[in-house]
């Protein structure tokens, strides 16, 4: 994993954990291999996978393996260890935070 000091950070939305996806909006610029590498406690995780180029440039990452209740900060790099950045409103970010919840139909 690569390390990445945050100079602006993106707040996505939140995760529901049933849903098994972590969606950030951003452009993906080819095909292949993305990581999203999380900080959680004192450790790293890392949740790896391929994209094809699609038009809502979303990466849908899984959700399995989160905890609910916590909000995870982190940044996504592309298969050569490139930072993926993502412009909203004018403004660049290269880290985003998410909080994961449990949603039940009660």
């Known amino acids: 994993m690569i390390q990445h000091c945050c100079n602006k950070t993106l707040r996505v939305e939140d995760v529901d954990i049933c849903s ?3 969606k950030v909006y951003g452009t993906a610029p080819s ?6 590498n999380l900080n959680f406690l004192s450790s790293k995780l890392i ?3 391929t994209f094809a180029i699609n038009a809502a440039m979303e ?7 989160l905890n609910e209740n916590y909000d995870y900060y982190g940044f996504i790099t592309n298969s ?3 930072l ?6 004018g ?3 290269d880290c985003i935070v998410f909080a994961t919840k449990l949603v039940t139909n009660a």
């Open 59 to 65: 990466f849908d990452f899984p959700s399995g393996l």
């Open 91 to 93: 403004v660049t970010y």
């Open 84 to 89: 993926v950045q993502f412009v909203k409103g």
């Open 47 to 49: 949740i790896k996978k």
């Open 31 to 36: 095909a292949g291999e993305y990581t999203l």
């Open 80 to 82: 050569v260890c490139e």
């Open 20 to 22: 098994l996806k972590i």
